[in-house]
């Protein structure tokens, strides 16, 4: 089992930036992918970012590609979202997730742990 919990989310200006953490605890957190999901009022969630166990391989959403950056620190048990260049559209709940499989994925499918949320606002 592994518990995640998420922090850092606020209220910034459009074109500010912010940076949203996930701690872990429970099981190993060094040996599975880790992802950052978001869902705004209305849609559906969707995939952000996700990174490899080792940090080395990391992919993107389009829709942020350029402006944020995932990483993490295996010794804290910690990822992070550094968000840059904010736009209102980014406004959402982020949710840090946890996988178990080594191939960085995109689904929310393969991710079978998630925290409860942090809450981003990007004002116009």
């Known amino acids: 089992q592994v518990q995640l919990v998420e922090s850092g989310g606020g209220l910034v200006q459009a074109g500010g930036s912010l940076r949203v953490s996930c701690v872990a605890s429970?099981?190993?957190?060094?040996?599975?992918?880790m992802g950052w999901f978001r869902q705004a009022p209305g849609k559906e969630r969707e995939f952000v970012a996700a990174?490899?166990?080792?940090?080395?391989?990391?992919l993107y959403a389009d829709s942020v590609k350029g402006r944020f950056a995932i990483s993490r620190d295996n010794a804290k048990n910690t990822v992070y979202l550094q968000m840059n260049n904010l736009k209102p559209g980014d406004t959402a709940n982020y949710y840090c997730?946890?996988?178990?499989?080594?191939?960085?994925?995109?689904?929310?499918?393969?991710?079978?742990?998630w925290g409860q949320g942090t809450r981003v606002t990007v004002s116009s």
């Open positions: 997730a946890a996988g178990s499989t080594g191939v960085v994925r995109t689904s929310a499918n393969w991710y079978a742990y």
């Open positions: 429970g099981r190993t957190f060094s040996s599975g992918i």
């Open positions: 990174i490899s166990w080792s940090g080395g391989y990391t």
